[in-house]
């Protein structure tokens, strides 16, 4: 009999993270376990606000409401057990973390590829790649954004 495989996978409510949570269930298998993890923050420049605690409670629903949404985007997630991980702080360490504490076999996550400017500077896909501590699957939004541009045969053919 095979083991169960846990993976951890990131979700943000876009297009790359629903195709990530999708990929992720087929890695669990019918006996795997999933932990979709999604990470939250309110901008440092506000901690001292009076309104700080009021920004948290709205980030914190928000989370919630990302994640509620996903249940009906993913019908699949109805097929396999899985846990919610909602995690106040940058969305990285948050994933990594999740991966560590419940022992995942994978990380599958979704990138939105926002250029090489972004990723000099950091980028979550780029962070969980050098910190995990598990195999990482990385889905790239212009996957799933559509099929590819045509690539001219005298390109293609091309030495």
Do not use: K, W
Not at 15 to 30: K, Q, S, Y
Not at 119 to 139: E, K, Q
């Amino acid at each position: 009999m095979t083991p169960s495989r846990t993976v951890a996978v990131g979700y943000d409510g876009s297009t790359a993270a629903l195709a990530a949570v999708e990929h992720a269930i087929d890695r669990a298998g019918p006996d795997g376990r999933l932990v979709v993890v999604h990470a939250y923050q309110v901008p440092a420049d506000y901690s001292g606000a009076s309104y700080y605690s009021f920004m948290l409670n709205d980030a914190s629903r928000y989370a919630a409401a990302v994640l509620d949404r996903l249940e009906g985007d993913c019908e699949r997630l109805a097929t396999i057990e899985y846990t919610r991980d909602i995690s106040f702080g940058a969305a990285a360490p948050a994933i990594v973390g999740a991966a560590e504490v419940n022992a995942a076999d994978e990380i599958v996550i979704g990138s939105r590829g926002v250029g090489r400017v972004r990723a000099l500077l950091g980028s979550v896909a780029h962070d969980v790649l050098h910190h995990a501590r598990c195999p990482v699957t990385v889905i790239p939004e212009r996957m799933v954004d559509g099929p590819p541009p045509e690539i001219p045969a005298a390109v293609t053919n091309a030495v």
